[in-house]
């Protein structure tokens, strides 16, 4: 007899976006006894980036979802204890060091990679290996990794060495000094029930797969590919047996699937106002923030000044499960500057100005200018508001 095809839920737009919030953690209560942890592993992934303005992008993620959590507190749950390393994933990535083994079908695949864009010199890779397990973990600059060119910073071969032996997954980096890797041998970061390249590579896909759905909520193939930036076709040799379940989405062109625990969850609770770093997981793929809350946003920090319309890193503003607005911040001293906002709507003023005081509040700034704004109607209602939360 013949197998029934699976039955397919049909969601409306508002239903899915819902299910996003809700699966991002900014819906409904949070959960403060998990803490940053509990960010990190219910989102399977946190990126990092260079740029700083608030503070850096993997500091804004549990704070959009927890609010005013001390910004010692983030570094603390993410490089102690051995709870989370940082791979490549949907870019540079915290990860959860739980999900050590399902990366084996990325290490597996770097160790089998034909070249490489650096030359690795001879004998570079074994003398770091070497030191690594002499003198304990280490920056590349006590490797003697990185080195000044004239123009940019160039990659001596301890750093190419110490970089592929990382993407082997020889060396972990489970640990940031400032903004530096700090470099460690494997077998002494990853605890050893998790230190293995055991599972075969449709095991550790159906896995991240999962991870993405359950992350994401509700998602198409492209979504759930770019999550740990996976290629299609993986994605649709493990889906049906990822545990994610069929739907379809008003408006959506494309098949979903969606975790089916949130399916059956009731997605109520009170929305977070908040500002989102554009690295955050809930709008980093462009396309699907488009799709899901009609909203485009392109981050303009690599784009020459005269060519940028909203700012250097203008942060959107998610109020009411919406995304209603952008602001690109500024620090002068104690006062955190609105270099540049605007609203899809002159009544989410307030929402702007509270998601700017609290902002504020966590960095340490003691007050709020607006500085320039799409109108001078938004600018003045939002400095009006500013001036209301005093």
Not at 177 to 192: F, H, I, T
Not at 194 to 218: I, P, S, T, Y
Not at 219 to 239: E, F, I, K, N, S
Not at 341 to 364: D, H, I, N, Q, T
Request: proline letters at 6%.
């Amino acid at each position: 007899m013949t197998p029934s095809p699976p039955t397919t839920t049909a969601l409306s737009a508002i239903e899915a976006r819902r299910l996003a919030l809700r699966a991002q953690g900014l819906m409904g209560a949070p959960d403060r006894r998990a803490g940053v942890r509990g960010v990190l592993r219910n989102l399977g992934a946190v990126q990092l980036d260079t740029i700083s303005v608030l503070a850096r992008s993997h500091e804004l993620v549990p704070y959009a979802r927890l609010g005013a959590v001390g910004r010692t507190e983030v570094e603390q749950a993410y490089w102690s204890g051995g709870h989370a390393f940082e791979y490549w994933s949907h870019a540079a990535c915290i990860l959860p060091v739980e999900e050590w083994p399902h990366f084996a079908f990325r290490r597996r695949a770097y160790r089998s990679r034909p070249h490489w864009n650096h030359p690795l010199p001879e004998g570079a890779y074994e003398n770091v290996i070497r030191r690594l397990r002499a003198e304990g973990p280490l920056t590349a600059t006590e490797l003697g990794g990185a080195k000044k060119t004239s123009d940019w910073w160039d990659w001596s071969g301890t750093k190419v060495a110490v970089e592929r032996a990382l993407m082997y997954g020889e060396v972990v980096c489970a640990e940031r000094r400032g903004w530096k890797r700090v470099y460690d041998l494997a077998e002494r970061a990853v605890p050893s029930r998790l230190l293995h390249d055991q599972l075969d590579d449709a095991e550790c896909l159906r896995r991240l797969v999962a991870l993405a759905g359950q992350a994401l909520g509700v998602a198409t193939r492209a979504d759930l590919a770019d999550y740990h930036r996976l290629r299609g076709a993986q994605v649709d040799a493990v889906v049906a047996d990822s545990g994610l379940v069929p739907v379809t989405v008003q408006g959506w062109d494309k098949p979903a699937w969606a975790d089916p625990r949130a399916l059956a969850a009731e997605p109520r609770g009170r929305h977070r106002c908040t500002l989102l770093s554009p690295f955050d997981s809930l709008i980093w793929d462009r396309s699907r923030t488009e799709r899901v809350f009609g909203f485009a946003h392109r981050l303009e920090a690599y784009l020459p000044k005269p060519r940028r319309v909203h700012g250097y890193f203008a942060m959107p503003l998610l109020a009411g499960g919406q995304l209603v607005g952008r602001v690109d911040p500024a620090r002068e001293g104690s006062t955190l500057v609105a270099r540049q906002l605007s609203l899809s709507e002159a009544k989410f003023a307030p929402a702007m100005a509270r998601a700017l005081a609290e902002a504020a509040s966590w960095v340490g700034c003691e007050s709020v200018r607006v500085e320039r704004a799409q109108s001078a109607a938004e600018a003045t209602a939002v400095t009006a508001e500013l001036a209301a939360l005093r």
